[in-house]
């Protein structure tokens, strides 16, 4: 209500006793139309006045009677979901109809194709430049073995990795079982081109992203793997 009033206080018109003499305050009717009322006040208050300056200040007005409207927020489209989510909607985990391992056969077929041309092995490879391959390979696909695990249930454990995590290996065994192996105090055996590698779990305790953007050196004090 205080609003509406002040703007009926603002738009009203000039007192009688003002109107009334207006020749003696020197109120003039506008000689122009109202939509040229401001061009015709810059060139009479503003000498030696630029054309390009006069253009830029017809741009610029300011509203006094037209409130300020907020553009409306639009809420950004989530495209992914955060680890809670992941975990709720039970991401990561396979069915229980999944859990087949000859439906994984085709898989370690690709990685053995996978990890060939990747260590590309000839009689005169150098060892520590296939070592420095192999720690940063996607195991995803290979056909591993348990040597050694604190846990002796695990040993001689063999099937293919389906998931590496941070801290274990998710593996299908040929008996349909899905075993969740962790890699610290474990000791995997991995064959492939007439090679077997050794992978030590305590320095693979990392994710397979993290692993492939590590700069490993060579040779190292502790083992982490040996082919």
Same mark, same amino acid.
């Given at each position: 209500?205080?609003?509406?009033?002040?703007?009926?206080?603002?738009?009203?018109?000039?007192?009688?006793?003002?109107?009334?003499?207006?020749?003696?305050?020197?109120?003039?009717?506008?000689?122009?139309?109202?939509?040229?009322?401001?061009?015709?006040?810059?060139?009479?208050?503003?000498?030696?006045?630029?054309?390009?300056?006069?253009?830029?200040?017809?741009?610029?007005?300011?509203?006094?009677?037209?409130?300020?409207?907020?553009?409306?927020?639009?809420?950004?489209?989530?495209?992914?979901?955060?680890?809670?989510?992941?975990?709720? /909607?039970?991401?990561?985990?396979?069915?229980?109809?999944?859990?087949?391992?000859?439906?994984?056969?085709?898989?370690?077929?690709?990685?053995?194709?996978?990890?060939?041309?990747?260590?590309?092995?000839?009689?005169?490879?150098?060892?520590?430049?296939?070592? /420095?391959?192999?720690?940063?390979?996607?195991?995803?696909?290979?056909?591993?073995?348990?040597?050694?695990?604190?846990?002796?249930?695990?040993?001689?454990?063999?099937?293919?990795?389906?998931?590496?995590?941070?801290?274990?290996?998710?593996?299908?065994?040929?008996?349909?079982?899905?075993?969740?192996?962790? /890699?610290?105090?474990?000791?995997?055996?991995?064959?492939?081109?007439?090679?077997?590698?050794?992978?030590?779990?305590?320095?693979?305790?990392?994710?397979?992203?993290?692993?492939?953007?590590?700069?490993? /050196?060579?040779?190292?004090?502790?083992?982490?793997?040996?082919?």
């Amino acid at each position: 209500m205080a609003e509406n009033k002040d703007q009926d206080l603002l738009y009203q018109p000039l007192p009688q006793y003002v109107s009334g003499e207006k020749e003696k305050l020197g109120l003039q009717e506008l000689s122009c139309p109202k939509d040229k009322f401001v061009e015709s006040f810059l060139d009479r208050q503003i000498q030696n006045f630029k054309p390009s300056e006069k253009k830029e200040l017809k741009k610029s007005y300011l509203l006094l009677d037209l409130p300020y409207r907020q553009k409306p927020t639009v809420a950004k489209k989530k495209t992914r979901l955060n680890s809670k989510e992941k975990k709720a /909607k039970k991401v990561y985990d396979i069915p229980p109809e999944h859990q087949k391992y000859p439906l994984y056969i085709p898989l370690h077929n690709l990685w053995l194709q996978y990890i060939k041309d990747l260590l590309q092995v000839t009689p005169t490879s150098n060892l520590t430049m296939l070592q /420095k391959k192999m720690l940063k390979a996607d195991l995803h696909g290979a056909l591993v073995t348990v040597c050694k695990s604190r846990c002796p249930s695990y040993v001689g454990l063999t099937g293919i990795i389906l998931q590496e995590r941070k801290h274990v290996f998710k593996i299908i065994t040929k008996d349909d079982k899905l075993k969740t192996v962790p /890699k610290a105090n474990s000791v995997f055996s991995v064959e492939f081109e007439g090679l077997r590698a050794k992978i030590y779990g305590n320095h693979f305790c990392l994710r397979s992203a993290r692993r492939a953007n590590k700069k490993f /050196k060579l040779p190292m004090t502790n083992q982490t793997i040996d082919l």
